[in-house]
């Protein structure tokens, strides 16, 4: 996501005034995972736009997404509501009652555009809300036009201030990049046996997959997705060449992030995303880059960081009244804050859940992560989505964790071992937390009157085919 802003220009407001020269250009990265940068740790790979954007930014090393998929968490991003609390899933869209960012800012003088590729970001699910422009991109898989569009739309209200949301769908499976990328990787050596995509294949959610039949391990998928994430930051890089062109670059709050991460096998589960609440599915980038004169730059920030503090951040920057309801809180004040700079704030937490899992909730600090017991049944899960075979349901039975788990990130960040029997009182004081934080996610929905359910949304079935060529099981 991209911010950008003139904040000397503006006053707080609690109308609608003109505004000039502020650009807001939100952009999430659909699917991104944070070690797929360079500068989150890909030595093998890099990514020099974004790379060279994180040595003029605050990089959060610990941002989370509030849920591993798509709607819920992109709706928590323009909302800075939790999925729990703003209630959109694949039934139920963004309530019409709720303010997004979109809609705040256009009170505010902003003029207000979309560009998605992603069905579940379309007007079905009210995306929509408070964008003057939303255009749907015919192709998911177009960032070279993304990025031509939103550069249209910059050109267009030259001199105008503006709010351009832009999402782009390239790092997302079936992980098919254009040539010259879909060579980038292939030659590498290396990956795992291949016995790990025989079982992928009797695991049915992959049936979107098409060139399984072809891949030799999972180390190849993960080299097609990295070529994918190669594409887009040569593409971002077009934007940020251009902006600065235009000298709107020095001046520019960019926030760069992702809606969640993608797991590849390694918890000898799946490929893919939605599920689960490991970091492989929730650990996610952001870059915050902001403008000279309002803060600070080259800094790493350890606190916890969630989409949710999105929103507040644009509102603080641009010195605008906070969205009504919003629950995050603005990442320009926890990187000037000297204790989240150096990581001295440990008990800072965010929260996410998942929504395919009956909504399975999870509280994470800078050392603690702790997943309550799954709330569906397995069998639903597997039944509804993971669609194994019978050989492979019995060895997933036995590789899905149920019950209650606790990681201790700080020597085990790659949440291998749950220490929930091992430490319950750890496990019993953060379960206590998360029990707050539902009751207070509660009555923050009976506080925006959300508790009345939206009518459904309607799916046809050329909808359904396209989601379904994306793994989405529909």
């Known amino acids: 996501m991209v911010v950008f802003g003139s904040v000397w220009l503006f006053s707080c407001s609690t109308g609608p005034k003109s505004r000039e020269n502020d650009i807001v250009l939100l952009v999430s990265i659909d699917t991104l995972r944070a070690d797929a940068l360079g500068c989150y740790g890909n030595q093998r790979r890099p990514t ?53 960012i979109a809609e705040h800012l256009a009170d505010h003088g902003f003029a207000t555009g979309a560009i998605v590729n992603c069905l579940y970001l379309d007007r079905k699910f009210q995306f929509d809300q408070g964008f003057q422009e939303f255009v749907f991109m015919k192709s998911p898989k177009d960032v070279d036009k993304n990025v031509d569009a939103a550069l249209d739309f910059l050109d ?15 790092v997302h499976s079936p992980y098919e990049p254009p040539s010259p990328y879909d060579k980038l990787y292939t030659g590498e050596g290396g990956g795992k046996p291949d016995q ?21 391990s999972v180390d190849y ?71 000279e004169a309002e803060g600070p730059s080259g800094v790493v920030v350890h606190t916890p960081v969630s ?8 509102t603080d920057v641009l010195d605008l009244p906070p969205v009504a309801g919003a629950q995050g809180r603005s990442l320009r004040a ?30 994470q600090t800078r050392r603690w992560k702790y997943i309550e017991p799954m709330v569906d049944d397995l069998s639903l899960v597997l039944r509804h989505h993971l669609r194994p075979s019978p050989e492979a349901a019995t060895l997933l039975r036995e590789r899905i964790v149920v019950g209650p788990q606790l990681f201790d990130l700080r020597n085990d960040p790659e949440e291998g071992v749950n220490l929930a029997r091992v430490l319950p009182k750890v496990a019993g004081r953060l379960q206590e937390r998360l029990s707050e934080e539902k009751e207070r996610n509660l009555q923050h929905r009976i ?7 939206q009518p459904d949304v309607e799916l046809t079935e050329e909808d359904r085919q396209k989601l379904r060529s994306l793994g989405y099981a529909q």
């Open 447 to 453: 506080a925006l009157a959300l508790e009345q359910r």
């Open 48 to 100: 020099p736009n974004l790379d060279r954007l994180a040595t003029e930014a605050v990089r959060f090393s610990n941002a989370v997404a509030p849920s591993p998929w798509t709607i819920p968490s992109h709706a928590s991003l323009l909302t800075s509501l939790h999925p729990i609390v703003v209630g959109a899933t694949v039934q139920q869209p963004i309530p019409e009652r709720v303010t997004t």
């Open 307 to 314: 989409l949710v503090d999105v929103v507040p951040t644009m």
């Open 221 to 291: 998928l993960r080299r097609k997705y990295d070529a994918g994430v190669a594409r887009v930051d040569a593409e971002l890089g077009r934007l940020f060449q251009v902006l600065k062109e235009r000298q709107l670059y020095d001046d520019a709050l960019i926030i760069v992030t992702s809606d969640h991460g993608e797991a590849f096998f390694e918890r000898e589960i799946w490929v893919g995303h939605g599920l689960f609440l490991y970091s492989n599915e929730l650990r996610i980038p952001m870059l915050a880059k902001f403008p």
């Open 334 to 363: 926890i990187a000037l804050d000297q204790r989240g700079e150096v990581g001295r704030d440990p008990e800072v937490p965010v929260f996410g859940s998942s929504s395919n899992t009956g909504n399975t909730q999870f509280i």
């Open 196 to 216: 790990d995509v025989d079982f992928l294949r009797k695991v049915h959610y992959h049936d979107h997959l098409t060139h399984l039949s072809e891949t030799p």
């Open 156 to 170: 267009r209200h030259d001199g105008d201030s503006v709010f351009l949301f832009l999402h782009i769908f390239d």
